[in-house]
């Protein structure tokens, strides 16, 4: 168990949809990061967060949009659903001057 | 120009038998780290090993080694004694900029697929 809560697990939609996908990362992680693996592109980095504000943007659409809350959870939402969206969305975190980078179980969505 | 190769998409090691999984780097800059990672079919992805750039020494954790050769930029990871759980895709990831309090993102490679067999 890496300590980063990932939920749910699996999402079934339509196309057009919004979603939520939500990350608890590992207690006292100030940095959150969003990744999505598809078979095509393989394993993209998205945004990452930390402290709750911004810090790095990678190949995230402007449909998808991101938030680190206060109790530094974070959500990634997902809007205008197209199929070639469908892919696995994991969260990772890392401590302040940390190496490590311990990754979620993953969200697999599916848009039908 | 790719940050990261992995040039074995797939490899095939009998079971108990030691294999070498190939990584290369490309960065300029002085200061970063780079991770191995396991994915197994259930899809989780599972921190194996890290390796600092100054660090002084491979990094080792169990069967995990890491045959770190900076000079050539390449960062292998090796399994001893391969078990049929070992059985994955493997990915290794660098992460650039490691002064400072905030660490950048992880780049990866597109993996190798690594069969055990029996």
């Known amino acids: 168990d890496s300590g980063v809560t990932q939920t749910p697990k699996h999402l079934i939609t339509a196309t057009g949809q919004r979603v939520t996908l939500r990350c608890s990362p590992r207690?006292?992680?100030?940095?959150v990061y969003w990744y999505q693996q598809s078979l095509d592109q393989g394993l993209q980095f998205l945004i990452q967060?930390?402290?709750?504000?911004?810090?790095a943007k990678g190949n995230i659409l402007e449909r998808f949009s991101a938030q680190q809350f206060p109790d530094l959870h974070s959500e990634l939402n997902l809007s205008s659903l197209e199929l070639g969206d469908s892919a696995l969305y994991f969260c990772a975190s890392s401590p302040d001057r940390g190496r490590e980078a311990f990754f979620g179980q993953g969200t697999r969505l599916t848009v039908v | 120009a790719q940050k990261i190769t992995q040039t074995q998409p797939g490899m095939f090691v009998q079971e108990k038998e030691a294999v070498t999984l190939d990584c290369t780097y490309d960065t300029s800059d002085p200061s970063y780290g780079l991770f191995w990672y396991k994915q197994p079919s259930s899809g989780e992805m599972i921190f194996l090993i890290y390796?600092?750039?100054?660090?002084?020494q491979n990094a080792t954790e169990g069967r995990y080694s890491l045959n770190f050769q900076k000079a050539r930029k390449s960062a292998n990871l090796v399994i001893s004694a391969s078990q049929l759980g070992d059985s994955a895709m493997y990915f290794c990831?660098?992460?650039?900029?490691?002064?400072?309090?905030?660490?950048?993102?992880?780049?990866f490679g597109k993996g190798t697929k690594l069969s055990v067999k029996p």
């Open positions: 207690s006292g992680d100030l940095s």
């Open positions: 967060y930390y402290n709750g504000e911004e810090r």
């Open positions: 390796q600092g750039s100054y660090d002084q």
């Open positions: 990831a660098m992460r650039e900029g490691l002064n400072g309090g905030s660490q950048g993102n992880l780049i």
